[in-house]
């Protein structure tokens, strides 16, 4: 008869045991699922935070698992606003084309745009340029009435070239103290350097 006692405690034990392990799995299982979960929600949330145009601050909350909660706050930041503004800078001419640019002459090859009316001065070589330039987004920039004096000049190829780059510009980039006009994604058609 103790034997009959110890064998059936020893069953309801084993049972149990097993009980206990089926509890585990099952909950061990809806955890990784509800971690699934989360991690969508918060690639969701990453992906739509990107604007690159104008500054933006975007904050998220994401519930985890153990009740505690974070925030991610992503700011983009202006490209025309830094160190160096696009306007009201001298800038320098030292690339055209791909190629760096040789100055024989006494007088820097230079772009100076001018925010409160629009226009823009250059030199390239022999004649003085003006014009006017719009900006319809942070990194959009496009040339337009471009007129230059009209003098005489041994070699005028540099400038020519130089009023046909800005005829084609539509975006530019400003990185350290360097300024890039561009042409859709292509490369630079000019880079200048921050002489302020």
């Not at 097993?18 to 969508?40: G, L, M, Y």
């Not at 490209?79 to 055209?96: D, I, M, Q, R, Y």
Request: with cysteine; net charge positive.
């Amino acid at each position: 008869m103790k034997k009959t006692y110890i064998i059936l405690a020893l069953s309801f034990l084993a049972l149990v045991s097993c009980k206990n392990k089926e509890n585990q799995s099952s909950t061990a299982v809806e955890t990784d699922q509800q971690a699934d979960t989360t991690t969508t929600e918060v690639v969701q949330n990453e992906a739509t935070t990107s604007d690159a145009d104008t500054t933006v601050t975007d904050t998220s909350n994401v519930e985890l698992l153990d009740k505690m909660k974070t925030s991610t706050k992503t700011v983009v930041n202006d490209p025309s606003k830094g160190k160096f503004a696009l306007a009201e800078t001298n800038w320098k001419l030292v690339e055209l084309n791909g190629k760096a640019v040789t100055n024989t002459s006494t007088k820097e090859f230079f772009i100076n745009l001018d925010s409160k009316s629009g226009k823009f001065n250059a030199f390239a070589g022999c004649n003085a340029l003006r014009g006017s330039f719009v900006m319809k987004a942070a990194t959009k920039l496009a040339f337009s009435k471009i007129i230059s004096t009209k003098m005489a000049c041994k070699d005028s190829k540099l400038e020519a070239d130089f009023i046909k780059a800005l005829e084609k510009v539509d975006n530019y980039m400003i990185e350290g103290k360097e300024l890039h006009f561009h042409k859709a994604k292509g490369a630079a058609l000019a880079k200048f350097e921050a002489v302020k």
